[in-house]
């Protein structure tokens, strides 16, 4: 069972607007969560993480955004560009240095 | 930082043989290391948890017999894919919580093609 969902395969966006990349859970223990951005052939690289105790984390033009009870949690992404078209994928865990679920990704085209 | 590394990139073995895949962390310690398989247009499914000096944790449905995990050290662990067939053909990927950085940090994958 798929405990976390990226329901959007894919995404393309204008160069210069927001992306917004969304993902749901279904398990209410996972208490930490992360993206990670993908390039083809290479390992995910860590893009952001938020905890449950938050509600929203920036980091430059990346802001997670959580809702605890809806169990959702959205990235955006603003302005986008180009070098920012790759693979996202979720992921949550019950507890930091745990094991972690991943969604399967949206894949983001930002067009120039 | 915190670098993982893993090598081969990518490997391709006859079915019957098997392949040795390995990840080692360059500038810190791993007491545990988890591997990860990806099938095309899936997610990545932890395949096991690998701990320094013991043995590895196998999800279920992963035969451990077949995906042996060997953590002999803090910086490397291997997984060797034994009598590999077509259907192990996949992308292994291992990933590293790193303390230093607060986060996970990935190795750059595997890409195994069984023929």
């Known amino acids: 069972d798929q405990q976390v969902k990226q329901n959007s395969p894919s995404l393309s966006v204008q160069e210069g607007r927001i992306s917004i990349l969304n993902c749901d859970y279904t398990n209410s223990m996972f208490d930490y969560f992360l993206w990670y951005k993908k390039y083809p052939a290479e390992g995910p690289t860590f893009l952001i993480s938020i905890s449950s105790i938050k509600d929203k984390n920036e980091d430059g033009r990346f802001t997670v955004f959580l809702n605890k009870s809806a169990k959702h949690l959205s990235l955006h992404i603003v302005p986008s560009q180009p070098g920012d078209s790759a693979v996202y994928f979720c992921a949550a865990s019950a507890g930091t240095g745990n094991q972690f679920y991943f969604g399967t990704g949206t894949s983001l085209t930002v067009i120039p | 930082g915190a670098v993982v590394s893993q090598h081969p990139s990518w490997v391709i073995c006859k079915s019957g043989t098997s392949v040795k895949i390995e990840c080692r962390s360059l500038d810190f310690q791993a007491t545990t290391m988890f591997w990860y398989r990806q099938f095309p247009k899936q997610s990545l499914m932890l395949m096991a948890t690998?701990?320094?000096?013991?043995?590895?944790?196998?999800e279920q449905g992963v035969e451990k017999d077949k995906f042996l995990i060997n953590h002999a050290s803090l910086t490397l662990s291997t997984l060797t894919v034994t009598s590999a067939h077509p259907e192990d053909s996949s992308f292994y990927i291992c990933?590293?919580?790193?303390?230093?950085?607060?986060?996970?940090?990935f190795g750059s994958g595997t890409r195994l093609t069984v023929v």
């Open positions: 690998s701990n320094e000096g013991s043995k590895a944790t196998y």
């Open positions: 990933s590293v919580y790193a303390w230093s950085v607060n986060g996970y940090t």
